[in-house]
C-alpha cells in the first residue's frame, strides 16, 4: 500500500511507495502507483489526472480541470504576428493585371526589374519585354513608360486590398473577448 501526503487542494506533495517512511496517521493509503504529478487526491480518495487536452494545459487542483495559462492578450499578441506574416507574403507574391490588352505579371520583384530599365535614356536596340503567358513583346520606351505607370496603380490597388483585409482581421482580433473567439478568426480570408 503507498501513502500519499497532499496540500490543501489535493496536490501530491510527496508519496511513500510501500508507506515506507510515512509517519503514522497521515498521508492517503492506495494500492495504485502515482506519480507527483500523475494524480490528485479529493475526500481521501486517489484519482488519477484527467487527460490533459493539450501540452500547454496546466492542472488546477482546486477547480479539478485542466486550464490553458495564456492569456487573452497573448492569442490577441499571436494572431496579430499572423497576420503581418500573412501581409508580408501576399505583398510579396506575384499576380496579374491586364494593360494595352495584355496580361502582364505584377509584384515587387517585377518592379525591381522594370525600374532600371526605365533609367535608361534609351532602349537596347530589339529590346521587349515578356508577358504573363510567356510572349516576348517588343515595346518602345514610351510603352514601357505606360506600363511600369500601369504596373504601379496595379501594385498600389492590390496592396490597398491587402491593406484594408488586414486592417478588417486585425479589428476582429481587437475586438474579440475570449481566446476562442480569437482562434476562430481566420487569418487572410
Known amino acids: 500500500m503507498n501513502k500519499y501526503l497532499h496540500d490543501e487542494h489535493g496536490k501530491i506533495i510527496q508519496v511513500f511507495y510501500g508507506g515506507d517512511g510515512c509517519p503514522s496517521g497521515v498521508g492517503v493509503e492506495s494500492d495504485g502507483f502515482y506519480s507527483l504529478d500523475s494524480a490528485y487526491i479529493e475526500n481521501g480518495v486517489v484519482y488519477p489526472l484527467p487527460e490533459s487536452p493539450g501540452n500547454r494545459h496546466v492542472f488546477n487542483y482546486q477547480t479539478k480541470q485542466w486550464e490553458d495559462p ?15 506574416e500573412w501581409r508580408n507574403k501576399q505583398e510579396n507574391q506575384t499576380f496579374q493585371f491586364t494593360h494595352a490588352g495584355r496580361q502582364w505579371d505584377a ?35 514610351a510603352y514601357l513608360q505606360a506600363l511600369a505607370q500601369a504596373h504601379e496603380e496595379a501594385l498600389v490597388i492590390k496592396g490597398f486590398e491587402i491593406h484594408a483585409q488586414q486592417r478588417a482581421m486585425k479589428n476582429s482580433v481587437e475586438a474579440a473577448t475570449s481566446k476562442e473567439e480569437v482562434e476562430s478568426i481566420v487569418i487572410g480570408l
Open 70 to 84: 495564456r492569456t487573452l492578450q497573448f492569442f490577441k499578441d499571436t494572431a496579430y504576428k499572423k497576420i503581418e
Open 107 to 141: 509584384g515587387l520583384i517585377t518592379r525591381q526589374r522594370i525600374q532600371p530599365v526605365l533609367g535608361l535614356s534609351q532602349l537596347p536596340e530589339g529590346f521587349f519585354w515578356t508577358d504573363s503567358n510567356n510572349v516576348d513583346v517588343p515595346v518602345t520606351m
